[in-house]
């Protein structure tokens, strides 16, 4: 009902309300004129951070895929030794571990053409010597210290020792054979 008397008063007096309200002539063109003469807004240019983040994802991850397959240093943590928990033990494994390097640079450098298929044959057994010694060391930590692992670990290192010097007399004998064969020639 209060509709239709608001609708009433405005149909009557359109005309009037129209003339009061209504926009001086050339007011359109006055306006866009002024909006002609604004200067265009230069829109700044936004960093992409997308863009980067779609280049850096992808080598990131290539550069962590390349360096856990390709590294050469183990990745157990090889902290635990028998010097943890004995340190006569732990001197005899230091000594065995040393015997093992030294025979190993031995063997390298009195490697030739002839004896290379006995020292790959060996080293490769000493590779699967080297593996089980690490495992061995992880028993270690993971049992506390159990004296039967502790046996396992120096019976290995050992055991690499007495490959080495079979393999280093094997090629001794080699090279004192090739030796005395060529002073029989001449």
């Keep these: 009902m209060m509709e239709d008397k608001w609708k009433k008063i405005f149909e009557e007096n359109k005309d009037q309300i129209i003339e009061e309200f209504s926009l001086p002539s050339g007011h359109e063109k006055r306006f866009l004129a002024k909006l002609n003469q604004q ?3 230069v829109e700044k240019r936004n960093f992409n951070y997308w863009k980067v983040a779609a280049v850096m994802i ?3 991850m290539l ?3 390349f360096w856990t397959e390709f590294r050469t240093e183990p990745l157990t943590d090889n902290t635990t030794t028998l010097a943890s928990y004995s340190p006569e033990l732990g001197e005899a494994e230091n000594q065995l571990s040393y015997l093992v390097e030294m025979n190993v640079k031995q063997i390298k450098s009195m490697q030739t053409t002839e004896n290379q298929e006995l ?9 699967l010597l080297q593996k089980d010694y690490n495992r061995l ?5 993971e049992s506390g210290g159990n004296p039967q692992v502790m046996k396992s670990v120096l019976m290995n290192l050992q055991l690499q020792v007495e490959v080495l010097e079979q393999v280093l007399t094997q090629m001794n004998s080699l090279q004192e054979f090739k030796k005395n064969s060529n002073e029989t020639l001449f």
Excluded: A, E, F, R
């Design 137 to 141: 060391l992880i028993d270690l930590k």
């Design 119 to 127: 020292v790959n044959t060996s080293l490769s057994k000493l590779d």
């Design 63 to 65: 550069s962590v895929y």
């Design 58 to 60: 992808p080598l990131m």
């Design 39 to 41: 200067t265009p807004k």
